[in-house]
């Protein structure tokens, strides 16, 4: 087995805490060192200027990966409102600016779908996710979930819209499911289990997953 330090390191190039607790649960037993920006000594935030979840993953992978030799994987993420025309998209994060915060964020929604019925409150959760390395992008992978915004938040584990977003097949919100379970079924976990495939075979080693 190989030590530690001679395991290839990836930058995890996110400081949402939610997302980094997801990553890290959806590759444990891969046999990579995993470095956080701080590690690398990354700080500030790259702008999100991009229209697609597409742009601005790969606009934030390749300005993390100028920051160190290693290969860095960002991602970009959100919540897509059939009713809403596709919002907040891109703009998931600063949905009610100013002063945006995730409570906010859920309020504004709540209060767009008021009195839409519930064929109408169809919403997907999009991950997008770019691996880089040295300025170059070498893989891509995304994942999806379908899901409805519900009536009023339930839950309170995750993060973000979780709580307003009910999975049918489980009958709950993603803010009433247990870490593990959301990942099963979650955009970001689907999008990360397609990576953790590619990163197993250019790490060189099985996989030791528990
Ligand atoms: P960004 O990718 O950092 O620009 O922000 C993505 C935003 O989308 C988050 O701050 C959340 O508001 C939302 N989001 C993305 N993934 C999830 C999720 O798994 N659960 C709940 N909200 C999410």
Redesign the pocket.
């Known amino acids: 087995m190989k030590s530690r330090s001679s395991r290839k390191k990836i930058v995890l190039a996110t400081s949402?805490p939610g997302k980094l607790r997801e990553i890290r649960r959806c590759f444990k037993g891969l046999p990579l060192e995993f470095l956080s920006l701080r590690d690398i000594g990354g700080s500030g935030d790259v702008e999100?200027k991009g229209t697609t979840f597409l742009e601005?993953a790969k606009l934030k992978s390749l300005a993390y990966s100028s920051l160190s030799e290693y290969a860095t994987l960002a991602?970009?993420?959100?919540?897509e409102v059939d009713h809403l025309d596709g919002d907040p998209g891109v703009l998931?994060?600063r949905y009610s600016d100013p002063g945006a915060t995730?409570k906010k964020?859920i309020r504004k929604v709540l209060r767009q779908m008021k009195n839409v019925p519930w064929p109408g409150r169809r919403a997907r959760?999009v991950?997008q996710l770019v691996l880089s390395h040295r300025g170059r992008v070498i893989k891509t992978c995304r994942g999806q979930v379908r899901g409805f915004i519900a009536l009023e938040k339930k839950g309170d584990r995750?993060?973000?819209?979780?709580p307003i977003?009910f999975y049918r097949p489980f009958g709950k919100t993603?803010g009433e499911l247990r870490p593990e379970i959301k990942n099963t079924v979650?955009?970001?976990g689907r999008a990360l289990k397609k990576m953790r495939i590619f990163l197993l075979r250019h790490a060189g080693a099985d996989d030791k997953r528990t």
């Open positions: 949402n999100e601005n991602e970009d993420s959100g919540l998931s994060a995730e964020n959760f991950c995750g993060f973000g819209y979780d977003f993603f979650s955009h970001r």
